[in-house]
Nanobody, 120 residues
Framework: QAQLVESGGGLVQAGGSLRLSCTTS????????MGWFRQAPGKEREFVAA????????DYADSVKGRFTITRVNAKNTVYLQMNSLKPEDTTVYYC?????????????WGQGTQVTVSS
């Protein structure tokens, strides 16, 4: 059974940085595209970033392009989201997800989420 566990969330001031991690088990990590999403209460889930199986291709939402960086270490079954120049509007729960192909929707496996709060 696939498990995805996020960590690294917390409280940070505007302009600061956080690095989220997502470690997986129960799936062949290198065989999956990994994505990050976020969802605020009462709002639709929003695509943030995705990275291909080898890490050679990435995709970002316009709202985070140039500020966030997604990377992965297949040997550690882990995907990261480095978030710089954080803004209060980045405050929400962040989720990692796994899917067999590059996409912005329809991911198969999901983590439980980690809260990111950016104070102004």
């Amino acid at each position: 059974q696939a498990q995805l566990v996020e960590s690294g969330g917390g409280l940070v001031q505007a302009g600061g940085s956080l690095r989220l991690s997502c470690t997986t088990s129960g799936l062949t990590f290198s065989g999956y595209v990994m994505g990050w999403f976020r969802q605020a209460p009462g709002k639709e889930r929003e695509f943030v970033a995705a990275i291909s199986w080898s890490g050679g291709s990435t995709d970002y939402a316009d709202s985070v392009k140039g500020r966030f960086t997604i990377t992965r270490v297949n040997a550690k079954n882990t995907v990261y989201l480095q978030m710089n120049s954080l803004k209060p509007e980045d405050t929400t729960v962040y989720y990692c997800a796994a899917e067999s192909s590059m996409a912005r929707i329809e991911y198969t496996y999901w983590g439980q989420g980690t809260q990111v709060t950016v104070s102004s």
